[in-house]
């Protein structure tokens, strides 16, 4: 007898559930790894600003995953467990992966061991706010757009339609926004100019990555074009 058939409520709250454990391994994974490799390129665990990054990066984590428990579980499921992946989206999203999570950390940390360049304290303070500020974008996104995936694909199992509230109401890809001052704010915040090389690497996968989803998006998901011609701008409102 086929007991999946019989009772697939019970199946798809099993894989709700299976998609949150591994989601919550995964964040929690990075945040561990990050933490190695900036403490161990350091050569120390005695870095301020270090810590001050793992702790808004833990704190906005948290808050998001209380409302996203309680609002969309079905959002955390699938941003633990895609069903599927483009093959040009898991090349783009690795190359963005390996510099934020290890290049970037590993020469800020270098970079804090060795002191190639020193920054004015002011300066990791302004880092900690668009690093804030990129975290709460990207959480408004992902709050808000119950298909905030980790994978560009059209979620036809979900019933996906296009996101218009929020932070869409500006821009067509506000989370991309939110990654990229990450991604900016972490060396500033860290005080290396010098991993703003990673960082900057990392903002321009976002920008094909932008690119490329906006095409797919337009080409398979059932009124994305009209969405498009209302919101005219990606990322920069009165530039792209």
């Known amino acids: ?66 409302f996203l428990m309680r609002t969309s579980p079905e959002t955390v499921a ?3 467990q895609p069903k599927e992946m483009k093959r040009w989206d898991m090349i783009v999203s690795g190359i963005w992966a390996l510099t934020q999570y290890l290049f970037l950390p590993l020469v800020a940390g270098l970079d804090y061991r060795f002191h190639w360049i020193l920054m004015l ?35 036809n199992d979900r019933g996906q339609t296009v996101c218009r509230s929020g932070p869409y109401h500006f821009v067509r890809h ?24 990673p960082g900057v690497i990392a903002v ?11 095409h797919t998006l337009q080409a398979e998901l059932t009124g994305y074009k009209e969405f498009a011609q209302e919101i005219r701008y990606r990322l920069v409102p009165g530039i792209w």
Not at 38 to 57: E, P, T
Not at 182 to 191: D, F, T, V
């Open 174 to 197: 506000p989370g991309y926004v939110g990654a990229m001052l990450q991604s900016l704010g972490i060396p500033i915040l860290l005080g290396s100019l010098w991993a703003l090389i």
């Open 78 to 80: 699938e941003r633990g």
């Open 1 to 66: 007898m086929n007991t999946q058939s019989k009772n697939p409520s019970v199946d798809n709250r099993s894989e709700i559930a299976t998609g949150i454990l591994k989601r919550f391994g995964q964040v929690a994974s990075a945040l561990v790894f990050q933490g190695i490799i900036l403490f161990l390129s350091a050569g120390s665990l005695n870095w301020l600003w270090a810590w001050i990054f793992l702790g808004i990066y833990l704190v906005s984590v948290l808050i998001n995953s209380v």
């Open 204 to 214: 321009t996968a976002m920008i094909v990555r932008t690119d490329m989803e906006d």
């Open 121 to 155: 304290s002011s300066w990791n303070i302004i880092g900690a706010a668009i690093f804030a500020i990129g975290l709460g974008i990207f959480s408004w996104a992902m709050i808000t757009n119950t298909y905030f995936s980790t994978a560009v694909r059209i979620q």
